[in-house]
């Protein structure tokens, strides 16, 4: 399936059965816990946890997701995760678990997958893996998980949010059978972290304790990028939306003699998609809140560039068109003019303390590379390409 015919099934889908269906919300979320919507849960809290009557909802939401070190070196490497990516959410309230499987499986069927290639990983409390069993899944494909490491079992949405347990669809691309989770946990391609329906029960409280919540109910969640590659038999950066990108990038690294491997290629292709959908939500390069975070992606793009081509060189050529053919093959709208310009713009800055950098490191060869970076934004990696002149 391509990724527009899985969207429309999924929406189409739970507009039959009278969800409302609402358009993605802002990227940069209202709520203060976060600074970006990073998980279809996020709009929706209130739902969960306030006296309003909540509704059944389906969409499809913008995420982003640049939290940490440990996250950005995913990125790239793990050919399966992104900074910005779109997630499809659902919240269902006053059914019970048995009906929230039937669901699951249902959504399951609908996407044409196999009962033999799904497995689940059930938490540690029994209601998942014996409603799991009512729905006719065989007992061999469920895995109740006594360790609290092994995947997400316990879900907290933000300081003070939801809580909630949930259970893990694991897509299996091996045709042999699978006898123990360790099997699945052990990092292989093989096997694929595909969905999760969480059942929202409680409310952490600022002492640190849970209280019930006042609607509790399912939510279901699945990142479409990877539901696609699985869909699709293929990586996320291989399926029809992102490979035509990647495929650009490698081709202006072509023009300049330069020949990366699989890894660099998709972080950057990762990378202009999500400067692509920040510029169109209207956000500016800043030093604070998300504004940082965007100047971060900017110039780690930027240095990834350079440091690939060895040389300081423009790149805003690329990024207009890697946004017309973003649009192309999302179908967006995004303003290849408006991204290409504030990119440029933002080069400009970097460059200028860039430019500051090399003037003090000309006087002083041994000052510390971490006060360049904190006083002029001049990253370790780009000092040998100064050094050696590699400005164009």
Same mark, same amino acid.
């Given at each position: ?150 995947? /997400? ?20 691309? +091996?045709?042999?059978?699978?006898? +123990? ?6 990092? +292989? ?116 560039? /350079? ?60 000052? +510390? ?24």
């Amino acid at each position: 399936m391509l990724v527009k015919q899985i969207r429309l099934a999924l929406l189409n889908h739970h507009q039959n059965k009278e969800y409302r269906v609402f358009s993605s919300f802002p990227l940069i979320s209202s709520d203060p816990t976060v600074m970006f919507i990073n998980a279809t849960i996020t709009p929706f809290k209130h739902y969960f946890l306030n006296e309003e009557q909540p509704i059944n909802y389906a969409f499809i939401q913008r995420c982003f997701r640049m939290g940490g070190a440990s996250e950005l070196e995913l990125v790239g490497t793990n050919p399966y995760y992104h900074t910005f990516f779109e997630m499809f959410g659902s919240g269902t309230f006053s059914i019970s678990y048995q009906e929230a499987v039937s669901y699951l499986l249902e959504l399951l069927n609908l996407l044409a997958f196999k009962q033999d290639q799904l497995y689940f990983a059930t938490p540690k409390e029994q209601d998942f893996r014996k409603s799991l069993i009512a729905n006719n899944v065989e007992p061999t494909h469920i895995f109740n998980l006594g360790e609290r490491k092994l995947f /997400w079992q316990e879900w907290k949405f933000g300081r003070f949010g939801p809580v909630g347990s949930g259970l893990t669809v694991v897509y299996s691309r +091996s045709p042999k059978k699978v006898s +123990s989770i360790k099997e699945i946990v052990k990092g +292989s391609d093989e096997f694929i972290e595909l969905a999760n329906l969480i059942h929202v029960y409680g409310k952490e409280m600022s002492d640190g304790s849970i209280v019930p919540a006042k609607n509790p109910g399912f939510e279901f969640a699945v990142g479409i990028e990877r539901l696609a590659a699985t869909l699709q038999g293929c990586n996320n950066y291989q399926i029809d939306t992102i490979s035509p990108l990647t495929e650009l990038v490698t081709s202006f690294f072509k023009e300049k003699g330069c020949y990366p491997d699989g890894a660099v290629v998709r972080l950057l292709t990762d990378h202009l998609r999500g400067i692509c959908v920040l510029t169109d939500e209207g956000l500016k390069p800043a030093n604070k809140r998300q504004g940082y975070v965007f100047r971060k992606l900017i110039r780690r793009t930027l240095e990834k560039f /350079w440091i690939v081509i060895g040389q300081i060189c423009p790149i805003e050529p690329l990024v207009e068109q890697f946004c017309c053919q973003f649009n192309q093959c999302s179908e967006e709208k995004i303003s290849p003019t408006e991204t290409a310009e504030l990119f440029a713009e933002e080069t400009n800055v970097f460059l200028t303390g860039i430019e500051r950098a090399k003037k003090v490191l000309k006087k002083n060869p041994d000052i +510390s590379p971490a006060v360049l970076l904190d006083t002029y934004g001049l990253p370790k990696t780009l000092i040998p390409i100064l050094e050696q002149g590699g400005e164009k």
